[in-house]
């Protein structure tokens, strides 16, 4: 074993494990990033666990239960640079959803013996319990950007991640307008690029799984879809989907509903 190599985590909290896969799908690409790298913890992969610190922890999902907070708590400790992986981690996931519903009553319909669920009344990001240095957007995580935020760190670079829009994405791959060609509703004018524009290339609204861009217009958004025949409970659930506390906490900031 090469103590020389700087140490690989990969952590795991309420999430479906979607994003931990992407870094399993990335095949050669993981096996060349394995090369440069001690993967330390990374159970999906491997049941080999070694001791912290840890110099790069990857962090899937969100915080949903007492311990998951107190284990956040103990992964910051350990961990140099700490980078959330996809919308559970970066904005509390669709399970986020429970924020606007009540909990107790949820377990009483749903589990035969609701007193032994131990759950807290929200979901919430990892940035809502520690310091984050580096999220990644979407559901799931984008790869490249994976790779390229890893590379980035073992170069000693900082790494370069997208702050504008899906919109732009689609304009830069001269990918014509779902929303003027076909009056179909999209978040891409306000919603984080790095996904490559999947949805608008399949003639498909954006869905926002990568969560709001760094300045979103929503309330001219509102408007635009509201034009293609959505009605304002519809916008608001949109908005609520992937990436729930996200666009809540902006619209509940600049006093809009949509």
Same mark, same amino acid.
């Given at each position: 074993?090469?103590?020389?190599?700087?140490?690989? $985590?990969?952590?795991?909290?309420a999430?479906?494990?979607?994003?931990?896969?992407?870094?399993?799908?990335?095949?050669?690409?993981?096996?060349?990033?394995?090369?440069?790298?001690?993967?330390? /913890?990374?159970?999906?992969?491997?049941?080999?666990?070694?001791?912290?610190?840890?110099?790069?922890?990857? &962090?899937?999902?969100?915080?949903?239960?007492?311990?998951d907070? @107190?284990?956040?708590?103990a992964?910051?400790?350990?961990?140099?640079?700490? *980078?959330?992986?996809?919308?559970? $981690?970066?904005?509390?996931?669709?399970?986020?959803?429970?924020? /606007?519903?009540?909990?107790?009553?949820?377990?009483?319909? !749903?589990?035969?013996?609701?007193?032994?669920?131990?759950?807290?009344?929200?979901?919430?990001?990892?940035? @809502?319990? !520690?310091? &984050?240095?580096?999220?990644?957007?979407?559901?799931?995580? %984008?790869?490249?950007?994976?790779?390229?935020? *890893?590379?980035?760190?073992?170069?000693?670079?900082?790494?370069?991640?997208?702050?504008?829009?899906?919109?732009?994405?689609?304009?830069?791959r001269?990918r014509?307008?779902? &929303? &003027?060609?076909?009056?179909?509703?999209?978040?891409?004018?306000?919603?984080? $690029?790095?996904?490559?524009?999947?949805?608008?290339?399949?003639?498909?609204?954006?869905?926002?799984?990568?969560?709001?861009?760094?300045?979103?217009?929503?309330?001219?958004?509102?408007?635009?879809?509201?034009?293609?025949?959505?009605a304002?409970?519809?916008? %608001?659930r949109?908005?609520?989907?992937?990436n729930?506390? $996200?666009?809540?906490?902006?619209? %509940?900031?600049?006093?809009?509903?949509?």
């Amino acid at each position: 074993m090469d103590v020389s190599k700087p140490t690989l $985590a990969v952590w795991k909290l309420a999430s479906c494990d979607g994003c931990q896969l992407t870094l399993l799908d990335c095949e050669d690409e993981l096996l060349a990033v394995a090369g440069r790298v001690r993967i330390a /913890h990374f159970l999906e992969a491997s049941r080999e666990v070694l001791p912290g610190p840890y110099d790069i922890s990857l &962090v899937e999902g969100s915080v949903t239960t007492a311990a998951d907070a @107190a284990r956040i708590r103990a992964i910051r400790e350990q961990s140099r640079t700490l *980078i959330t992986l996809g919308a559970c $981690a970066t904005a509390g996931g669709i399970q986020a959803l429970r924020n /606007h519903a009540d909990v107790a009553e949820y377990t009483s319909l !749903v589990y035969a013996h609701p007193e032994y669920i131990a759950t807290l009344a929200t979901s919430t990001p990892i940035a @809502a319990h !520690v310091d &984050v240095d580096y999220e990644l957007h979407g559901c799931p995580i %984008d790869r490249g950007q994976l790779l390229g935020v *890893i590379s980035a760190l073992l170069a000693g670079r900082k790494p370069d991640l997208p702050a504008h829009s899906v919109c732009f994405e689609c304009k830069r791959r001269h990918r014509v307008c779902v &929303v &003027v060609a076909h009056g179909l509703p999209c978040l891409g004018p306000v919603t984080r $690029a790095g996904c490559g524009a999947i949805c608008p290339a399949q003639q498909r609204g954006c869905y926002g799984c990568f969560g709001p861009m760094e300045t979103p217009n929503l309330a001219a958004e509102a408007e635009l879809l509201g034009a293609t025949g959505m009605a304002p409970d519809d916008i %608001d659930r949109l908005y609520r989907l992937f990436n729930t506390t $996200a666009f809540a906490d902006l619209l %509940d900031a600049a006093g809009e509903k949509s």
